[in-house]
C-alpha cells in the first residue's frame, strides 16, 4: 500500500517562501494524481494544488494561483509544493494526498493521506 510522509513546514514571515515536499513509498501504479490539501483550525480541509503523475498537468485553487507551484520528481516519487508570498490566510495544516483519478478537487476524490505538516505565517 501507499505511504506518503510530508515535510518542510514551518514558521515563516509575511511575504516569506516554503517548500513542502511529500514522499510516497509502496504499489504507485494505481496513482493517477498527486495533491495538497490544507486545514485550519475550526475549518474545513480544502483543496489547495494537484498534479498528474505521468503527464505532470498541475491544476490550483484560485487562492494560490501565480504564489504557488507544485511539481513533481518521478524518479524520487516526491511532490513539492513551492509557496511564495506567503499570507497570514495561509496558516493551515498542510497534507499530501494521492487519487486513483485526475483532476480532483475535493476531498472524497483522494483516498490516501499523509499526516500533515504544519505551515505558520506571522506577521
Known amino acids: 500500500q501507499v505511504q506518503l510522509v510530508e515535510s518542510g513546514g514551518g514558521l515563516v514571515q509575511a511575504g516569506g517562501s516554503l517548500r513542502l515536499s511529500c514522499a510516497a513509498s509502496?504499489?504507485?501504479?494505481?496513482?493517477?494524481?498527486m495533491g495538497w490539501f490544507r486545514q485550519a483550525p475550526g475549518k474545513e480541509r480544502e483543496f489547495v494544488a494537484a498534479?498528474?503523475?505521468?503527464?505532470?498537468?498541475?491544476y490550483y485553487t484560485d487562492s494560490v494561483k501565480g504564489r504557488f507551484t507544485i511539481s513533481r520528481d518521478n524518479a524520487k516519487n516526491t511532490v513539492y509544493l513551492q509557496m511564495n508570498s506567503l499570507k497570514l490566510e495561509d496558516t493551515a495544516l498542510y497534507y499530501c494526498?494521492?487519487?486513483?483519478?485526475?483532476?480532483?478537487?475535493?476531498?472524497?476524490?483522494?483516498?490516501?493521506w499523509g499526516q500533515g505538516t504544519q505551515v505558520t505565517v506571522s506577521s
Open positions: 509502496g504499489r504507485t501504479l494505481s496513482r493517477i494524481a
Open positions: 498534479i498528474t503523475w505521468s503527464g505532470g498537468i498541475p
Open positions: 494526498a494521492t487519487s486513483g483519478r485526475p483532476w480532483g478537487r475535493a476531498t472524497d476524490d483522494y483516498d490516501l
